[in-house]
């Protein structure tokens, strides 16, 4: 038998939570009480954790996202490790301007950004759903922002080292970007989860720090 998802009202500060967590988990990643949202996003207006009913389902959804996160995490943290290799072979006479790899970088991201783009989309298109627009133009802005800061951060690795530039232009980005989470979209709420990050902050400034010392 379909559920059904549908709410008294069109507004999403209607919506019935209680939908949501009745979904299994495969449900949870496509939230079809969510027409006009896409797979994998919440609207604003959905401030809270929306655990499923079935505990075993939120389990395997908790690990999921626990192993994304950690894989993405490794991504990340190995994404100048090309640079690296390219600076350690290329020849020393002219050769060696940091900037001459940003090219070859960028040019890298934007296939791959594009092709799991489309795969998303062809997602979109599988489930029977309008991709939507306002998500493209955001993404080629933050696309150039980011070119200008990797750009920094090369010229910068190339004057005074990678081991000392890496942890100062690796966690600068994320605690801005935490900060504007916590402060501006109130992603992050509550006097607990404040202190954590607060805690976490410090730990990070402070480890840091004590890195491009010892650098």
């Known amino acids: 038998m379909?559920?059904?998802?549908?709410?008294?009202?069109?507004?999403?500060?209607?919506?019935?939570?209680?939908?949501?967590?009745?979904?299994?988990?495969a449900e949870s990643l496509i939230h079809p009480e969510l027409p006009n949202y896409g797979p994998f996003s919440l609207p604003a207006e959905v401030h809270e954790h929306v655990a499923i009913a079935n505990a075993?389902?939120?389990?395997?959804?908790?690990?999921?996202?626990?192993?994304?996160a950690l894989f993405l995490g490794c991504i990340l943290g190995n994404c100048l490790t090309p640079y690296v290799l390219w600076q350690q072979s290329c020849t020393a006479v002219g050769g060696c301007n940091p900037l001459n790899f940003l090219f070859s970088q960028?040019?890298?991201?934007?296939?791959?950004?594009?092709?799991?783009?489309l795969i998303y989309a062809s997602f979109f298109r599988y489930h029977k759903r309008?991709?939507?627009?306002?998500?493209?133009?955001?993404?080629?802005?933050?696309?150039?922002?980011?070119?200008?800061?990797?750009?920094?951060?090369?010229?910068?690795?190339?004057?005074l080292g990678f081991d000392m530039v890496y942890p100062l232009t690796s966690i600068g980005p994320a605690m801005v970007s935490m900060l504007w989470s916590a402060i501006y979209f109130k992603e992050i709420e509550g006097k607990r989860n404040m202190t954590i990050m607060a805690i976490g902050t410090a730990m990070i400034v402070a480890g840091t720090a004590l890195r491009a010392i010892a650098a």
Do not use: H
């Open 2 to 25: 379909q559920k059904d998802y549908t709410s008294s009202s069109d507004s999403i500060l209607d919506l019935d939570l209680s939908a949501m967590s009745k979904e299994n988990l």
């Open 56 to 68: 075993a389902d939120e389990r395997k959804r908790k690990y999921i996202g626990v192993g994304l």
């Open 106 to 117: 960028c040019m890298g991201i934007y296939v791959t950004s594009t092709v799991c783009f």
């Open 130 to 159: 309008s991709m939507p627009r306002s998500a493209m133009r955001p993404a080629y802005v933050s696309g150039l922002l980011w070119a200008m800061g990797l750009a920094g951060q090369l010229l910068s690795a190339g004057n």
